[in-house]
């Protein structure tokens, strides 16, 4: 027999949340016992279920579409970046500002 899931509103100290747990997300499935206090109810001895995915989470591309993604810009890092690097100078402006701009895209896809 699965535990019965019903939304409620409970107003929770950061007392009885688990070690390292600073708060609890909107949406996040939890689990608690509930006392009854001068301030209303309150849950206790909470224990997380799971975590709901993040926003970013949720628009991350998949693994296969940011592999190519990497390997194209590999690409462009051989092709435009490493000629100048070899002969001692940076590339120019233009160039590396859209270079930069496209490991930061990707950067941001591995960070979440």
Known sequence: ????????TVFVH?????E??????????VE??????RKGN?????????APPSVAELRRRPA?????LIEDLIKVLEAKIMP???RGRFPDK?????????????ARELEI
């Open 1 to 8: 027999m699965s535990p019965a899931t019903t939304a409620v």
């Open 14 to 18: 950061k007392g009885a949340l688990p």
């Open 20 to 29: 390292g747990v600073e708060e609890v997300k909107p949406g996040q499935r």
């Open 32 to 37: 608690f016992g509930v006392v009854e206090s």
């Open 42 to 50: 309150q849950a206790l001895a909470v224990k997380l279920i799971d």
């Open 64 to 68: 296969e579409e940011l592999h190519g």
């Open 84 to 86: 100048d690097l070899r």
């Open 94 to 106: 233009k160039s590396a500002q859209t270079v930069a701009q496209l490991v930061h895209a990707v």
